[in-house]
């Protein structure tokens, strides 16, 4: 059973989805931690309805990101998480947990990367008239968006469709999309422990 943290800053769908895909066995994992920079999100109440220990900080309380990140880091170690996932989580990952964690964070970006990395990527892909767009699963790296890709799908954008059409689409794409690909890695980690 692999141990997970989720970190989140917004709504949580993509974290309901997993908690509702290890609630019916279909993803081996354990969320030992919901981790947020945004302590009234809706992520941190799913997470509570689920009965997972929440970690909530504000950002403006640190003195910067190595500061808040250590104090994740400890958090982590205490219940031997071993890969971080990121579901919206709206803040740049920085090299204390990039280090303590090499390819072992993951994230959900609602675009086909390299197109329209950073904050509203659906906003952008309609307003460039793109003809799809979709939804990518990566490592995370230094970078906004920019780590290796692990999976990809495409979404066709219907002309003349508006955002929440889009949206709508692209979320339920994510929701069965994240869990199925952390599936397939969390087995490979189980049969070939440390390859990756
Ligand atoms: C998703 O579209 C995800 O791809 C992006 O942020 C959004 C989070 O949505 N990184 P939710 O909070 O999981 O509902």
Known sequence: MTRIAVFASGNGSNLQALIDAIGQGKLRAEIKLVVSDRPDCHALQR?????????????????????????????????????????????????????????????????????FPGKDAIGRALAAGAAETGVTVHYVDEGIDTGPVIAQERIAVVPGEGRADLEQKIHAVEHRLYPQVLRQIFQEEEKWPGVR
């Open 47 to 115: 997470a509570r309805s689920a009965g997972i220990a929440v970690l909530a900080f504000e950002p403006a309380d640190f003195r910067d990101k190595a500061h808040y990140e250590g104090v994740i880091a400890e958090e982590l170690a205490k219940s031997r998480v071993e890969y971080l996932v990121l579901a919206g989580y709206m803040r740049l990952i920085g090299s204390t947990l990039l280090q303590l964690y090499p390819r072992r964070i993951i994230n959900i970006h609602p675009s086909l990367l390299p197109h």
